[in-house]
Structure formats: structure tokens, C-alpha cells
């Protein structure tokens, strides 16, 4: 195998509970902008595969890498929220939720000239962002229009994770800031 192979393999591993404390710290406060958008959008990638996953099923590592890889189906971030749609995770708002993230986290990766959050066409794109509500019982989200354009990237970015991550299955624990657990609701979102 190649060491291009070797390396776009790694790109297409899943992350495991165990790298979460390393994205934890990539991702603080005081990230670089840049660097902040696209490791958290790469954390919203990995939920995205691992709700795919879920509703896939159990696959061969070919398979996986069919899927994964270079021209596969689910190769790139828009086929992937293309797939959570069409297979019903993901509705209207989600929807147009991870296309306005997968564009902004675009801008980051691709930009020729210095940008941040507070670049006027960044920060307008974020404005659109969605609050969704990700709380069994549902809580209507208050959508906070007082935001930085930082702050609602990663605050709808980590809501559509939890809710991403529940629609598996998996036990999503929160707590506010009383210290009470709440229940993250599953199923799909809006």
C-alpha cells in the first residue's frame, strides 16, 4: 500500500469516544478560528458516517471502504447529508443546517485570504443557522440572535451532533448548567 493510500485511509477511519478529549482541546476557546471550524466540522463529518453506519448496518471493511473512499457514495460531506436525508435522519431544517455548515466549513479549508467568523460573508451564512431542539421532552430552542457568528456555528454544529448521535441509539448525556441531566431526544431530526 501506498503512503497516499496509507494516508487517505486514515481519513476515512471512524473516531472513537476516545478521541473526543483531543478534539476537546483542538477546539477551546482560544482555537484559531480556521482551525476551530474545521475540526469541529470534521467531528460533525465522523457523526454524520456514524449515523450513516447505524442505518446501513454491519459492513465488511471493503464495503466500507466502497463507500467511504475516494468515489464512493459516501465520499464526500455533501453525499453524506445528501444520504441522512434521503434516508429520512435528517429533515428540512437539518437539512439546510448542514448544508450552511458543510459551505462555511468550505470557506475555512479553501479560502486563499486570511477569514474569520467575523467576515461579513461567513458571519451572514451563520446568521442562517437553526437552533434545534434536542431535549425528551421537547424545549422550544431559544435561537439567541444575540450570537456571535462563532458561537451559533458551534453551538448548532454540537446540537445536530447529539442529535445525530442519538438517532443511533447511543446515550447522549447532558447537563444544564443547574447540574441536572437531561434527556437528549432520538429519532430523526426536523
Not at 95 to 124: M, Q, S
Not at 141 to 158: A, E, I, S
Request: charged share 25%; aromatic share 6%; hydrophobic share 40%.
Amino acid at each position: 500500500m501506498s503512503k497516499v493510500s496509507k494516508l487517505r485511509d486514515l481519513t476515512t477511519k471512524a473516531a472513537s469516544a476516545d478521541h473526543q478529549e483531543a478534539f476537546d482541546e483542538q477546539t477551546a476557546d482560544d482555537a484559531d478560528d480556521r482551525s476551530f471550524c474545521l475540526l469541529l466540522s470534521a467531528m460533525l463529518e465522523n457523526s454524520l458516517d456514524q449515523a450513516n453506519d447505524h442505518w446501513i448496518g454491519e459492513q465488511t471493511e471493503d464495503v466500507r471502504k466502497a463507500l467511504y473512499d475516494q468515489d464512493g457514495l459516501l465520499a464526500t460531506f455533501a453525499r453524506k447529508i445528501t444520504f441522512v436525508t434521503v434516508i429520512g435522519i435528517a429533515g428540512p431544517v437539518a437539512r439546510e443546517n448542514l448544508r450552511l455548515l458543510r459551505h462555511v466549513r468550505n470557506a475555512f479549508a479553501h479560502a486563499k485570504l486570511p477569514i474569520t467568523f467575523d467576515t461579513p460573508e461567513v458571519a451572514t451564512v451563520c446568521a442562517d443557522l437553526v437552533r434545534i431542539n434536542i431535549f425528551d421532552p421537547p424545549e422550544e430552542p431559544d435561537q439567541m440572535p444575540g450570537l456571535t457568528p462563532r458561537k451559533r456555528f458551534q453551538v448548532v454544529t454540537n446540537e445536530t451532533m447529539m442529535r445525530l448521535l442519538s438517532s443511533t441509539g447511543f446515550k447522549v448525556l447532558f447537563w444544564d448548567d443547574d447540574g441536572v441531566e437531561k434527556t437528549i431526544i432520538g429519532g430523526a431530526l426536523p
